[in-house]
């Protein structure tokens, strides 16, 4: 079964919890995107969202850090309440440092790359990995357009996966998902579709994330 993970950044953040309520009973987990000006040029939100989010929900938080430096923030994302933390393969460090100290903390851990990365570069640690996140649009903004060229990472990744015997790896996809690229994704492989404007900007949030998961 796919797994659904809406992105919380297209809320309407004067009603997050309601937000979050709406889309509680229809989805698996909650996509929590974290930005600090300086990795991507967006600046969102940290630690006090997720620690006040999650007295209110017991989803799975999925925290996608595009942050330069994880390595110092990844205890304080732990403590607050993360299950999945994600960090981007490009910042400067060594991914199996992050990796292990995310796992230090009993949190899964997850590896996200942007649409110019090669996979090559996280093989070596697929078996370490709970999660990679494929990114279908350069990360920093909710609503931009799904790149389709992504699709053949996917593809590789899923081959990679049973090549290297990591059978417990997901495989998540953010950006740009509405009903037609889901099902592109789903095609390819993907175990979860992070989305946010075609959830959020839909009334009904019940049949949004439906059609992702792929009711005609
Ligand atoms: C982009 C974020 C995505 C974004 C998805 O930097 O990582 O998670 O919120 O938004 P949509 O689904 O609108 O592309
Ligand atoms: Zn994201």
């Not at 393969?89 to 460090?93: I, L, N, Q, R, Y």
């Not at 649409?115 to 090669?118: E, H, K, L, R, V």
């Given at each position: 079964m796919i797994k659904v993970s809406p992105s919380i950044?297209?809320?309407?953040f004067s009603k997050l919890s309601e937000e979050i309520k709406s889309v509680e009973p229809y989805c698996e987990m909650l996509h929590i995107d974290v930005m600090d000006?300086?990795?991507?040029?967006n600046i969102t939100f940290g630690t006090v969202v997720v620690r006040s989010i999650r007295k209110i929900t017991d989803l799975e938080f999925d925290v996608h850090l595009m942050i330069t430096n994880p390595e110092k923030y990844i205890e304080e994302f732990a403590k607050a309440g993360s299950d999945i933390i994600c960090v981007h393969?490009?910042?400067?460090?060594s991914i199996l440092k992050l990796i292990k100290l995310i796992k230090k903390y009993g949190k899964k851990a997850g590896v996200s790359l942007n649409?110019?990365?090669?996979l090559d570069l996280i093989l070596p640690y697929l078996r370490d990995l709970d999660m990679v996140m494929i990114m279908s649009v350069f990360p920093g903004f909710s609503g931009q357009n799904f790149m389709p060229k992504v699709l053949d990472k996917v593809k590789t990744l899923v081959k990679a996966r049973k090549i290297h015997k990591a059978k417990n790896l997901e495989i998540e996809i953010d950006g740009g998902i509405n009903k037609d690229t889901a099902k592109s994704a789903r095609d390819a492989g993907v175990d979860i579709l992070a989305a946010g404007s075609y959830i959020f900007k839909s009334k009904n949030r019940k049949k949004a994330i439906a059609m992702l998961k792929g009711a005609k």
């Open positions: 950044l297209s809320c309407d000006g300086h990795f991507v040029p393969a490009e910042v400067d460090h649409p110019d990365t090669d």
